[in-house]
């Protein structure tokens, strides 16, 4: 969820496959403020740019009961104004330093960034800074700012029968925690928020000690250092950051498919997705083991889903099959088809079962793993031609437990993965106990 | 926002091309670089990162298929990496994802772009395939009817998604039957029956050396990129066969309304009026008006007043679209079905002040310190040096154009935006498509 579209950052499932390689060795540093701010610099001299964004360790998933959506809409009303700053004050002064800007909200962080020339980042410092603690809301800027949030959902999610699937698949696989529920909110609730709702989540969760500084750019570790401490520095922790305790879920003992016909739907299409541990519980061996998986399975041209589904049997145009842990609590293992014009979901879901089936019992093949790792290590090294895209691995990768030298070590740990890890991991996750399948059909027209 | 049709993604270029330009801010140098078989290129060297990133372009792209072969480019860039030379379609991918470049296609209105981008260490090998696949593509039948699959249930998708109805029945409406308002993709009956040898006219007639565009930006000196180019460009014919040449598009009036009535909580609304094209002697004047009025972030006139103040929708754009053949000036925003007419009404009011008075001083400046200071930003990635060296090439603005830019911005006057207002503006005469079940809209 964004503030808004047309800056969209990149989708995280792409990071989740590909990661740095060592042989790279980036160049990043980090260190903390006193009041426990963490800050990471990820120097980039090739252009006098730098992206600056600050990362909240908080998200959808730290919502109270009966508040879905509290945490979106708040990343929405931290660009109305503080004292100093007031009136929307913040997007005209980046625009008018030639800034882009956005912010963006997941289950577990939420992050504001801007993009500016090297000799604005005191500025946006000042003005993040400033935003962090000083927030003013009033209804008039809430109440239009909320229908906003609600036409973000319908355009995203309620005009989209693919949304609405998507949305009931999470409910379905989440029965305790909280991830069952969609970050922006449900309509119900979303229309009910208030000013008072959106500032006490604010004030639970917005303090330096809760946040995570990146730049990446044209800067050194020195420079950024002391602005930080000029800037960020004299904020205070006002209060104790709430752990963040989400209920478990209880063991998944019944396998659920979600069904949905809609006359805006023109293909029948199948997707299912496995819960999993989330990365931090994981090794990072471990992790990359079903990251490889995916890459097996579903990830290219050469993987067992695209050879069978769709060169040898002709029973699917589109296949594939993802791994994304990058969350606090769980991760997920998504594998999808869509069916050639004429093939049922019936017949091109026996095949999936079929194949998924082969791997669990029997295995992959070191051809297999060599070919799949060396295809993530080559391609790995693309991330580096972004310096947004190395910013938000390291984000993601620190909001949610993980750790630098995990981004680091990427290829040293990708390296280490056997056939038995693999194999280990296929057993572990294909359990279709912990998935729910979902099926998008189409439907006669009503008109 | 909503996804826009290729005949009007040239808009969306156009802002990236726009939308910058400290001149004294980009630390690069554009060589141009002339092979020794005579092939052109713009070279920014970068060496700080071993990869390589090369984007080309040939003129002609979608609105040069033959009728009744609708979506033949489209097809085309995907079946680019299906098998090339004497490597069939499993072991040229399979060589691909060793050496792991990057290599893509698209097929725009005005022209047929490529992308690539390789590692240093594969750069021989990784050309070596390029050349084969932009030469030599072969177009066999198990791949020709594996990629149909996917097209049939992409043309498919697009009939029904609510966004694509409005812009096609918005282009329809404003330029009926020219060639720029065919769906992208064509329809499930011409991609039904495109063959191999529509696939190879399509390819002979869009892969000429006369009309090769081409920006590298990367790890490569400029004595290297000579006989890449040569490599990989120099087996291409000359020149395209003849083809006839399109009148210029004549762009319908308002006000026009058109209802697609569909079962769905919001309204999706594509609206307004022809603009002007590239060429024009005014198109600077006139982009900082457009970009004051309805750029696609918070801060435009139109975002303000809908989205701000009304919360009426997510997102309102407006902007302009100039094509090789016509200018467009197309807007959209999604607004729950109740409040349509009021969305609409709105965007037609802030329309109708901003012609009779235009922006204020400030408005004009706020714009320009944006404009200005922020072009360096879409030059912070070779991919994205690329892809703006390559914009400027197509639109012939010259090489000095990155040097230039600013100071073209700099000097609009606040008359000029004005007279530019008055000009292009015309919220009587908008050309109007909502898709949904809108309430109240006329």
């Known amino acids: 969820m964004t503030l808004f579209k047309r800056l969209a950052p990149v989708v995280f499932a792409v990071l989740a496959a590909a990661g740095p390689a060592r042989a790279l060795d980036i160049d990043v540093t980090s260190f903390k403020l006193d009041n426990g701010m963490q800050v990471v610099v990820i120097p980039d001299h090739r252009a006098p740019v730098v992206t600056h964004m600050v990362w909240y360790k908080t998200g959808a998933a730290d919502e109270t009961q009966g508040k879905a959506g509290v945490a979106h809409l708040l990343e929405h009303l931290m660009f109305k104004g503080t004292p100093k700053h007031p009136d929307g004050a913040f997007s005209r002064i980046v625009r008018a330093n030639g800034g882009d800007e956005n912010a963006f909200t997941t289950q577990d962080y939420t992050a504001y960034f801007q993009k500016v020339m090297k000799d604005r980042l005191p500025l946006v410092m000042e003005l993040e800074a400033d935003r962090m603690q000083n927030l003013e809301l009033t209804d008039e800027t809430v109440l239009p700012e909320r229908s906003v949030v609600l036409e973000e959902r319908r355009q995203r999610t309620d005009n989209e029968p693919a949304g609405l699937l998507n949305e009931q698949m999470d409910a379905a696989m989440y029965t305790a925690h909280p991830y069952g529920k969609p970050v922006i909110g449900w309509m119900s609730q979303v229309s009910k928020l208030t000013r008072q709702d959106a500032m006490d989540f604010y004030a639970a969760h917005y303090e330096p000690e809760n946040a995570i500084l990146i730049v990446a750019g044209d800067v050194t570790p020195d420079e950024v250092k002391t602005l930080a401490e000029r800037y960020y520095g004299p904020l205070k922790n006002k209060r104790p950051t709430p752990e963040r305790l989400r209920a478990e879920e209880p063991p998944p003992n019944a396998e659920r498919r979600i069904t949905m016909s809609d006359p805006r739907v023109s293909s029948p299409n199948w997707q299912r997705q496995y819960l999993t541990p989330s990365a931090r519980q994981l090794s990072q061996r471990e992790e990359l083991a079903m990251s490889i998986l995916a890459e097996i399975v579903g990830g290219s041209n050469q993987s067992r889903f695209f050879q069978t589904l769709n060169i040898d049997k002709k029973l699917a145009a589109y296949s594939g099959a993802w791994f994304d842990a990058d969350q606090l609590d769980y991760g997920s293992f998504g594998v999808y088809a869509s069916p050639n014009p004429g093939v049922t979901i019936e017949t091109a879901e026996k095949e999936v079962d079929a194949i998924l089936s082969d791997v669990a019992t029997k295995g992959v093949t070191q051809a297999e793993l060599d070919r799949s790792r060396n295809n993530m290590i080559a391609s790995a090294v693309y991330v580096l031609d972004s310096q947004d895209k190395l910013a938000r691995l390291f984000g993601v990768a620190l909001a949610t437990g993980q750790t630098i030298d995990d981004v680091k070590n990427w290829d040293r740990d990708l390296s280490l993965v056997t056939v038995d890890d693999v194999n280990k991991a296929a057993r572990t996750i294909l359990d279709r106990k912990a998935s729910v399948t979902g099926v998008l059909l189409p439907e006669a027209k009503s008109q | ?442």
């Not at chain 2, 892969?207 to 000579?226: H, M, S, Y």
């Open chain 2, 1 to 442: 926002m909503m996804t826009m049709p290729k005949s009007l993604r040239t808009l969306l270029l156009f802002i990236g091309l726009f939308v910058g330009s400290a001149a004294s801010a980009n630390a690069f140098t554009i060589q141009e670089v002339t092979s020794p078989g005579g092939i052109k290129a713009w070279l920014v060297e970068e060496h700080a990162i071993p990869l390589m990133a090369m984007n080309y372009s040939f003129k002609g792209g979608t609105e040069l298929e033959p009728a009744g072969k609708e979506g033949v480019s489209s097809f085309l860039t995907g079946m680019m990496d299906e098998g090339a030379g004497d490597m069939l379609s499993a072991e040229f991918q399979k060589k691909r994802d060793e050496l792991a470049f990057r290599m893509s296609f698209d097929a725009g209105s005005d022209f047929f772009e490529g992308g690539f981008q390789t590692l240093t260490k594969n750069r021989d090998a990784s050309t070596d395939l390029l050349r084969l696949a932009i030469t030599a593509p072969r177009f066999d039948a198990e791949p020709l009817d594996r990629v149909r699959q996917q097209f049939l249930l992409n043309v498919k998708d697009k009939e029904q998604d609510p966004p694509t109805m409005a812009w096609q029945a918005w282009m329809d409406e404003i330029l009926p039957g020219d060639p720029y308002s065919r769906p992208d993709d064509g329809t499930e009956a011409t991609i039904a029956a495109i063959t191999a040898d529509d696939l190879k006219n399509a390819h002979r007639h869009i892969f000429n050396r006369d009309t090769l565009q081409v920006a590298v930006v990367g790890d490569i000196t400029a004595k290297e990129l000579g006989p890449l180019l040569d490599k990989v460009f120099g087996g291409l014919p000359e020149k395209a066969p003849e083809q006839p040449r399109l009148p210029e598009a004549k762009p319908a009036m308002g006000p026009k309304l058109k209802v697609i009535e569909r079962d769905m909580p919001q309204s999706v609304i594509a609206f307004g009026t022809e603009g002007i094209k590239r060429d024009d002697p005014d198109f600077i004047p006139a982009f900082v008006m457009s970009e004051i009025l309805g750029s696609g972030g918070l801060t435009s006139l139109l975002s303000e007043e809908i989205r701000e103040k009304r919360g009426l929708t997510y997102g309102v754009s407006y902007g302009l679209s100039p094509m090789d053949r016509v200018g467009l000036y197309a807007g959209s925003l999604q607004t729950k079905n109740e409040s349509a007419g009021e969305a609409l009404d709105a965007a037609r009011e802030v329309i109708k002040k901003y012609a009779e008075e235009g922006p204020t001083q400030k408005d004009l400046d706020e714009a320009k310190t944006f404009l200005t200071g922020s072009y360096a930003l879409r030059f912070s990635s070779n991919g994205a040096i690329a892809n703006q060296l390559l914009g400027i090439q197509q639109q012939n603005l010259g090489i000095d154009y990155v040097q230039k830019r600013n100071a073209l911005v700099e000097a609009v006057t606040l008359d000029q935006v004005k007279a530019q207002a008055r000009r292009l503006l015309h919220p009587d005469r908008l050309i109007v498509t909502v898709v949904g079940r809108p309430q109240g809209v006329k």
